[in-house]
C-alpha cells in the first residue's frame, strides 16, 4: 500500500508569498493530521481532520493558516502570507477509524519550508 | 495540558553498544499511550515501540524496549546490539487515551552510532 504522500517536499518563498502544501493520505485513512516542527523545537500539533470535517484545529498558528480536505481525501494547507517564523518542517500524519482501541499513525515525509 | 521532556538533546554511541534514551512527561490522566518515533535523515517518521498505560509490562521490539515508569512518569527507551542504522532523531510522544487524538512530543534526541 502507498504511504503519506506530501509536496512538495521543499519550498522556498519570500516573506509575504503564499505556500500551499499538499498531503495524500493512505487510502481509506478516516483521521488526517497536521504537525510542524519549527528548526531546533518539538513537533508540534497543527490540525485533526476527520474526513473533510475539522475535528481538532487547536494547534493552529493564526489566521494566516488555512487546512482544507474537500471530499476527505487530500488535504491542503495554505500559508498566507508567510512569515520567517512559519519556517519549518510540516508533516502530515493519517490513521484509520478511531472507533478501533489503537490506531497507528503513519506519517510523511514532511515538506521542508524556508521563508527568507 | 499533557507536557513531554527528552533531555538528551544529542547523544553518540559506538556500534553494538546499548544506549538508552530518556523521556518523562507529564499528564493527570491514568489512561493513555506513549510512543517512540524515529526520524532518520531520509525524514520518514517511523514507529519504533508504543506502551498502554495500563500494561505493566514492558513493551519489547526486538532490539528496542521500554523502561516504563508510570508513578514516575517515565519512558525511556533502550537500544540494544546499536547499528549504523539506528542513526536518527528520537522522539518520544503521549498520546490521551480518550478525547483527542493529538500527539504530543517531546524536543527529541539526536542519536549517532558510530562505527
Known amino acids: 500500500e502507498a504511504g503519506v504522500t506530501q509536496f512538495p517536499s521543499h519550498s522556498v518563498i519570500e516573506k509575504g508569498q503564499t505556500v500551499t502544501l499538499r498531503c495524500d493520505p493512505i487510502?481509506?485513512?478516516?483521521?488526517l493530521y497536521w504537525y510542524r516542527r519549527v528548526m531546533g523545537k518539538e513537533i508540534k500539533f497543527l490540525l485533526h481532520?476527520?474526513?473533510?470535517?475539522?475535528?481538532?484545529e487547536s494547534g493552529m498558528p493564526n489566521n494566516r493558516f488555512l487546512a482544507e480536505r474537500t471530499g476527505g481525501t487530500y488535504s491542503t494547507l495554505k500559508v498566507q502570507p508567510a512569515e520567517l517564523e512559519d519556517s519549518g518542517v510540516y508533516f502530515c500524519?493519517?490513521?484509520?477509524?478511531?472507533?478501533?482501541?489503537?490506531?497507528?499513525?503513519?506519517f510523511g515525509n514532511g515538506t521542508r519550508l524556508t521563508v527568507t | 495540558a499533557q507536557t513531554v521532556t527528552q533531555s538528551q538533546p544529542e547523544m553518540s554511541v559506538q556500534e553494538a553498544e546499548t544506549v538508552t534514551l530518556s523521556c518523562t512527561y507529564d499528564t493527570s490522566e491514568s489512561n493513555y499511550y506513549l510512543f517512540w518515533y524515529k526520524q532518520p535523515p531520509s525524514r520518514q517518521m517511523i514507529l519504533v515501540i508504543r506502551?498502554?498505560?495500563?500494561?505493566?509490562q514492558n513493551a519489547t521490539e526486538n532490539r528496542f524496549s521500554v523502561n516504563f515508569q508510570k508513578a514516575a512518569k517515565s519512558f525511556s527507551l533502550k537500544i540494544s546490539d546499536s547499528q549504523l542504522g539506528d542513526t536518527a532523531m528520537y522522539f518520544c510522544?503521549?498520546?490521551?487515551?480518550?478525547?483527542?487524538?493529538?500527539?504530543?512530543f517531546g524536543q527529541g534526541t539526536r542519536l549517532t552510532i558510530n562505527p
Open positions: 481532520f476527520v474526513k473533510e470535517s475539522k475535528q481538532d
Open positions: 500524519a493519517s490513521s484509520q477509524d478511531l472507533t478501533r482501541r489503537f490506531s497507528p499513525l503513519h
Open positions: 506502551q498502554e498505560a495500563y500494561k505493566q
Open positions: 487510502s481509506g485513512h478516516d483521521n
Open positions: 510522544a503521549f498520546r490521551s487515551g480518550q478525547g483527542a487524538q493529538k500527539l504530543v
